[in-house]
């Protein structure tokens, strides 16, 4: 366990860089020292790994650093003013959104684990932030043997319904996929159980004609004059085969993809003459080609997919494209993130991205204090259709959550999650009702707002509250909650309704 092992995971670091990681390395390293996890490994294992995990997935050397630091104030083994002091604002500020995010908790039912995804994002304000969090979670998750049972299948729910799909929603497959997997077996250890027998039956069965397959495939390839391609093989994902299985009726003989040949080229022009090539050979199964690169899924995803029968009795999905299309279905949005000036990227290259959080990736990027309470951003993900895949619309169809409450902001970034239609007021006495009680004016957005002004989606709120300021009947018209409502009767010595 080196910061050497660290750097040399990363992309061409500088020398600054690599004098970052080994400083972050050292400090964690000394400022954790004696401390052990519930396994009994010192507790700095756990941020290497976490360190680790994220220069695997190529984030920039500032997010590295601060998967060393990250559980460093909340375990109070540093303080912010010696992070800042060695470090400086830009690293203090993603260990303190780290720190942030990890106390945040949405009490609301289980239908509403939607929302929380959302307010994970809108609270992270750095979406580097979310993927520390994301790298953190993943290595507990690795680890969640050692901890109670009955914290596992919380620890094991939380991460399959907001984890996995926030890693999936940003694009980041390497974390969505082994977050999905490692939560299956601690809740569905059965559906765990019989899939896996599954795949196992299936792969000694597939494996020899798989191989041989891809042999001619590159063969075929090579001979039509294409000679500058990777090619690989993957295996489904348990837990997405396990979904998948339950989509095709159970009948796991139409699941195709359980094994699937990867070919990477330098090109688009390239993935089509691979494509050309190999149905002139092979005969495709179909309504089974599938042209993401002509038109991507919603989340980004870019590939071609075809099923060709190898001519043995076998039926093979064969997946093409490019190098960077590879590159950006594995790490996602991480992979944008290193980028110094995003100015250079092709906005239609993020255009998976924008859907996410759109027209706000500069703010995103260069915003890295949190001066201003309420970024642009937060507002317009607040109003936009994130990114959906078409099972996720559903869901979001489904609840309807989003459309129905809005999350405001006090000056601190706490979110305050109020029904739509709702006003300073209410917002006041979801806070404290010692503070509705004793509202004496209200800043939206540094703006001066009247007490009946509905709050939109992402507004910062702040109350100035005065001691002797006291309810008014007219503040029953303004309040639409009934906490709000019932508070303000009482104040007024009226009876409750
Ligand atoms: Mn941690």
């Not at 993401?292 to 029968?309: D, L, M, R």
């Amino acid at each position: 366990m080196t910061a050497k092992e660290i750097t040399a995971l990363m992309d061409s670091p500088t020398v600054e860089d690599i004098a970052l990681i080994e400083k972050a390395y050292a400090v964690a390293e000394k400022a954790h020292r004696g401390v052990l996890r519930k396994s009994g490994e010192p507790y700095f294992n756990h941020v290497f790994e976490t360190a680790k995990i994220l220069a695997e997935i190529n984030m920039c050397p500032q997010a590295i650093a601060a998967g060393f630091l990250h559980d460093s104030i909340e375990d109070g083994v540093l303080t912010e003013e010696e992070i800042r002091k060695e470090f400086g604002e830009e690293i203090l500020f993603l260990v303190q959104g780290v720190t942030k995010l990890g106390k945040l908790k949405y009490r609301g039912a289980e239908r509403h684990m939607e929302s929380l995804r959302k307010l994970f994002v809108a609270s992270a304000q750095d979406i580097r932030v979310i993927i520390i969090k994301l790298c953190d979670r993943l290595h507990n998750m690795r680890t969640l043997q050692h901890v109670r049972p009955d914290k596992q299948k919380r620890i094991a729910l939380e991460t399959l319904e907001i984890y996995a799909p926030l890693a999936y929603r940003l694009s980041i497959r390497k974390l969505s996929r082994e977050l999905e997997d490692l939560s299956f077996p601690y809740l569905y250890p059965e559906e765990y159980k019989n899939v896996k027998e599954l795949v196992k039956q299936k792969s000694v069965e597939t494996l020899p004609h798989l191989e041989k397959f891809m042999k001619s495939v590159k063969k075929a390839l090579a001979e039509e004059g294409l000679t500058n391609f990777n090619t690989d093989y993957r295996q489904k994902g348990l837990y997405s085969l396990s979904k998948k299985i339950i989509r095709k009726g159970g009948e796991i003989e139409k699941v195709y993809d359980i094994l699937a040949m990867r070919i990477f080229t330098e090109s688009v022009s390239d993935c089509y003459k691979a494509l050309g090539i190999i149905h002139s050979k092979w005969r495709p199964l179909p309504g089974r080609i599938k042209d993401y690169i002509a038109v991507p899924k919603p989340n980004g995803y870019k590939s071609i997919h075809t099923t060709v029968f190898t001519g043995d009795g076998a039926i093979v999905e064969i997946q093409i494209r490019t190098h960077e299309m590879h590159r950006a279905d594995e790490y996602g949005i991480a992979s944008y993130l290193r980028y110094k000036d995003l100015k250079n990227v092709q906005n239609k290259e993020l255009g998976w991205f924008n859907q996410f959080l759109p027209k706000s990736i500069n703010n995103l990027i260069h915003s890295t204090k949190s001066d201003k309470p309420t970024p642009a951003w937060i507002k317009e993900l607040a109003e936009s259709h994130l990114a959906t895949n078409g099972e996720d619309m559903m869901e979001d169809l489904k609840t309807d959550f989003f459309s129905q409450r809005i999350f405001a902001f006090t000056p601190k970034g706490d979110v305050v999650d109020l029904p739509l239609g709702s006003t300073v007021v209410d917002f006041a006495y979801a806070i404290h009702s010692d503070i509705g009680n004793h509202i004496s004016s209200v800043m939206v957005n540094n703006k001066i707002a009247s007490l009946d002004k509905e709050l939109q989606n992402g507004d910062c709120v702040e109350v100035i509250t005065k001691k002797g300021a006291k309810p008014n009947r007219k503040w029953l018209d303004h309040a639409k909650t009934s906490m709000a409502r019932k508070h303000i009767k009482a104040s007024l010595g009226d009876k409750a309704e």
